[in-house]
């Protein structure tokens, strides 16, 4: 059987993450990297670097092209570019622009025949999948979800757009007396700001307006705005010792009730602790590529999200191998 050839589009962290992921399976190749730097400059570990330019001259020669690009800036416009010649899969994750991303992929996934799974990762993503399945058991109580302590990748990113920004790492922080209050059955009613506190570190050019940068990221919609948010300036070595590496994690809860009077109460609780955000991440578009194969295979095309997708359609096995082993 001959495997599934995956394109890489981009080359940082996640880029990165993508192509080791697919080393560590049974039914995948990586086919290429597709980068907008020159080629030669980027160092993989194996993978063949095209020009991002060259890439229609590769239609028809891999299954899936995997993007690896930023949600501020890459993704909305990429995902919907590529999804007209390619099934694609993608990451993005500013949950309030969801409807409409997923829109945009969908009429440009039809228009070439083509699947793409868009918001895939583990929030949204995993965690998106258990805040369905808890509230479809337990419809009467309350879901939360609490993430980090850990580097938002997409926070990270979108503070490293702002002018005057050389780097940052962005922590994610949960409020433990409210992480508390939800484990104790107290069904608590939690603001955003009352979830979670947003902790950056960042390196600024030499010269760089600190207040105006530091602005920008408070005021900053969807990321930062709605949140309590303390801005560090610290200098590259610093970052780079102290902040180098990438952790993340974080719990989806459902507190419900059951019985006659809802005298009967439950907890659900799903939780991930990761040493590596972007691997992670990573290993879950490698999973849900292998789900848009298998989709447009099946004749299937347009913008899917991961409640459209049976779980069968990203394991490498059969479906009587999982009914054998796993149900």
């Given at each position: 059987?001959?495997?599934?050839?995956?394109?890489?589009?981009?080359?940082?962290?996640?880029?990165?993450?993508?192509?080791?992921?697919?080393?560590?399976?049974?039914?995948?190749?990586?086919?290429?990297?597709?980068?907008?730097?020159?080629?030669?400059?980027?160092?993989?570990?194996?993978?063949?670097?095209?020009?991002?330019?060259?890439?229609?001259n590769?239609k028809g020669k891999?299954?899936?092209?995997?993007?690896?690009?930023?949600?501020?800036?890459?993704?909305p416009?990429?995902t919907p570019?590529?999804?007209?010649?390619?099934?694609?899969?993608?990451?993005?994750?500013t949950?309030?622009?969801i409807?409409?991303?997923?829109?945009?992929?969908?009429?440009?996934?039809?228009?070439?025949?083509?699947?793409?799974?868009?918001?895939?990762?583990?929030d949204?993503?995993?965690?998106?999948?258990?805040?369905?399945?808890?509230?479809?058991?337990?419809?009467?109580?309350?879901?939360?979800?609490?993430?980090?302590?850990?580097?938002?990748?997409?926070?990270?990113?979108?503070i490293?757009?702002?002018?005057?920004?050389?780097?940052?790492?962005?922590?994610?922080?949960?409020?433990?007396?409210?992480?508390?209050?939800?484990?104790?059955?107290?069904?608590?009613?939690?603001?955003?700001?009352?979830?979670?506190?947003?902790?950056?570190?960042?390196?600024?050019?030499?010269?760089?307006?600190?207040?105006?940068?530091?602005?920008?990221?408070?005021?900053?919609?969807?990321y930062?705005?709605?949140?309590?948010?303390t801005?560090?300036?610290?200098?590259?070595?610093?970052?780079?010792?102290?902040?180098?590496?990438?952790?993340?994690?974080?719990?989806?809860?459902?507190?419900?009730?059951?019985?006659?009077?809802?005298?009967?109460?439950?907890?659900?609780?799903?939780?991930?602790?990761?040493?590596?955000?972007p691997?992670?991440?990573a290993?879950?578009?490698?999973?849900?590529?292998?789900?848009?194969?298998?989709?447009?295979k099946?004749?299937?095309?347009?913008?899917?999200?991961?409640?459209?997708?049976?779980?069968?359609?990203?394991?490498?096995?059969?479906?009587?191998?999982?009914?054998?082993?796993?149900?």
């Amino acid at each position: 059987m001959s495997k599934i050839k995956i394109g890489i589009l981009g080359y940082g962290n996640l880029g990165r993450g993508v192509e080791l992921a697919v080393r560590n399976t049974s039914d995948m190749e990586v086919f290429g990297v597709f980068s907008r730097r020159e080629p030669a400059s980027v160092k993989t570990c194996g993978a063949s670097v095209y020009s991002i330019d060259e890439i229609l001259n590769f239609k028809g020669k891999f299954d899936v092209l995997v993007l690896c690009g930023g949600s501020a800036t890459d993704l909305p416009t990429q995902t919907p570019e590529f999804a007209k010649n390619f099934c694609v899969v993608d990451s993005f994750d500013t949950h309030a622009k969801i409807p409409e991303h997923f829109a945009n992929v969908d009429k440009a996934a039809k228009s070439g025949g083509n699947v793409g799974i868009i918001a895939i990762g583990w929030d949204p993503g995993l965690f998106s999948l258990n805040r369905l399945v808890g509230e479809s058991v337990l419809e009467s109580g309350e879901s939360y979800t609490f993430w980090g302590k850990g580097v938002s990748q997409g926070h990270s990113d979108a503070i490293r757009r702002i002018k005057g920004v050389v780097d940052a790492r962005q922590y994610t922080v949960p409020i433990e007396s409210a992480l508390a209050s939800v484990r104790a059955g107290e069904n608590p009613n939690l603001s955003t700001r009352e979830k979670h506190l947003r902790e950056c570190f960042v390196v600024a050019e030499d010269g760089a307006d600190k207040a105006k940068i530091e602005n920008e990221i408070k005021t900053m919609p969807n990321y930062f705005a709605d949140y309590d948010t303390t801005v560090h300036f610290i200098d590259l070595e610093t970052l780079k010792r102290e902040h180098g590496g990438i952790p993340h994690g974080g719990f989806v809860l459902r507190s419900g009730s059951t019985g006659e009077n809802g005298e009967t109460k439950h907890l659900i609780e799903f939780s991930l602790k990761l040493d590596s955000n972007p691997e992670f991440t990573a290993s879950v578009l490698v999973a849900y590529a292998r789900a848009a194969h298998r989709l447009h295979k099946d004749g299937k095309s347009g913008a899917f999200s991961i409640f459209d997708i049976a779980p069968a359609l990203i394991s490498p096995k059969t479906p009587s191998e999982l009914r054998k082993e796993i149900l």
